[in-house]
């Protein structure tokens, strides 16, 4: 019988950080759709007002919390999903190791993009 993984079940660690992570990024995306459809509308100044509020500490940190959170909630959940589907030994390994590499692949270069987007350094 395959190992079952116990993230996802109640009083561990990562299933409270996975539990968080998911109330963190449904309430980012929430304020974040209510200004965009309600507040400002999409178009060329919300556009121009953006790239200048990503100049600020404030929002550029939130920017990359939100990236962190989101990739650490998404492969957290991958790994999971392989585990629990009878996902053992080598290949658990080999999976754990390709998903810590991928995370840091996408927060380096989602910083590069953010960077990028307050006007620091090109893509």
Do not use: C
């Not at 996802?8 to 309430?27: C, D, K, M, N, S």
């Not at 759709?33 to 929002?59: C, G, I, K, P």
């Amino acid at each position: 019988m395959a190992e079952r993984y116990t993230s996802f079940e109640p009083g561990g660690t990562r299933w409270l950080w996975q539990r968080l992570t998911a109330a963190f990024l449904v309430i980012v995306l929430a304020f974040h759709f209510f200004l965009l459809h309600f507040v400002n509308h999409a178009d060329e100044v919300t556009f121009a007002m953006s790239q200048a509020r990503m100049q600020e500490l404030t929002y550029f940190s939130l920017m990359i919390l939100f990236l962190v959170t989101a990739t650490f909630h998404g492969v957290n959940g991958v790994y999971n999903a392989l585990v629990n589907q009878g996902l053992s030994g080598s290949r658990k390994t080999a999976v754990k190791a390709i998903l810590g590499i991928a995370s840091l692949v996408l927060i380096v270069q989602g910083v590069r993009t953010a960077l990028a987007w307050a006007g620091g350094v090109p893509i």
